[in-house]
């Protein structure tokens, strides 16, 4: 049996496969697409900047430890894309068995503990839930901006699609519905979408006011 | 002048070149090198892992939001290899400035927030930053360690080298001090270093206790 240090070490190891899975935004430059640890860093800074500004208290230990692991499942069970259906339903069970797999490795304490965290995550209900949740809609709506749609462009993703994919962030609390209604106007000003509201991306560049970048 | 929401959204476009800034260990199949925010999230999982285990008490979420942006100046200092001390010394000067054009750019409420964060990581004195740059340096160790020290064979990196680097982390707790000493184990056990005590590699697969991975 390992000890205590051997199985957080192995749990250690084991994460670097997170840098691994690859979602289906890209970054800024279009040369490759995101991946999770990417993602779940980006949306951390997200929940650290936001945490002051929305209109209730989270404690913000909690929401970025739950941030962290939100999607550390997808080391065994692979990333569902947003706009696919099919994948998103089958990706609940396969997640279950792989939090039994990836929690069940840690020491039982610390095990709880990131499954408690997980479920939380999933369940979306306490202020920390709430918060984290409105994350991961905010990040992977603004990581689209980020690389000038050429995801949704790829995938065909309809303004319509996106508007349902970000209503629950958006109804989560005023300031991020303002953030990402910022976002909204910097897209439709780029012109992401065509007449028929289809994704046509709007190619690199989408960041003018970073023009000394 | 951007409004507060237009100067929070373009932090979080340039934050996404984060994610460009290349570290010098590999991820565990050696097919190319770690960036800054896989790091800090790997990081900021090892902080919520240890925080219950370490002999003090920390504020979570100071320490994890410490870790999140700890780095972000190199997105215009770059990284500054770890045994490369011209590099370090240079590093300074130029993080100051990066740190005045980052911290910068946001409402001034929250560029004081990072920017306090980033100093109190830097000067590691509170419980929170202790913490944060044991992560730090654990992390940089284990990352090595995933890669089969294919990035200290690059550099003939001593045995000597690596213990001076984490010193500080094994210095900070006990608990801490274990871990890296476990992986010092490992390390030996796979043959990283030649008679000479200078960093030869293992390849890849250094992780065999995760056989079913």
């Not at 790829?154 to 508007?163: C, D, Q």
Request: glycine share 8%; charged share 30%.
């Amino acid at each position: 049996m390992p000890d205590r240090i051997d199985s957080m070490l192995d749990f250690l190891v084991l994460a670097d496969r997170f840098k691994s899975v690859e979602r289906r935004a890209y970054v800024a430059d279009g040369s490759r697409r995101e991946n999770s640890a990417e993602h779940s860093w980006h949306m951390a800074l997200c929940g650290l900047l936001l945490a002051e500004d929305i209109g209730f208290d989270v404690d913000l230990g909690r929401a970025l430890s739950m941030i962290l692991v939100h999607d550390l499942v997808e080391i065994y069970a692979g990333d569902a894309f947003a706009y696919d259906a099919k994948a998103r339903a089958e990706a609940v069970e396969k997640e279950e068995q792989a939090a039994r797999r990836l929690f069940g490795s840690l020491p039982p304490d610390l095990g709880r503990r990131l499954e408690q965290l997980w479920r939380e995550f999933e369940a979306h209900e306490t202020p920390e839930a709430r918060l984290a949740y409105a994350c991961d809609r905010l990040q992977g709506f603004l990581q689209v901006y980020i690389s000038g749609g050429k995801s949704w462009a790829e995938a065909m993703v309809t303004r319509e699609m996106t508007r349902k994919r970000t209503a629950p962030a958006r109804e989560t609390d005023p300031f991020i519905d303002g953030l990402i209604e910022r976002i909204y106007a910097r897209i439709e000003k780029a012109g992401f979408w065509n007449d028929a509201g289809i994704a046509v991306g709007a190619g690199r560049g989408v960041t003018p006011r970073l023009s000394d970048a």
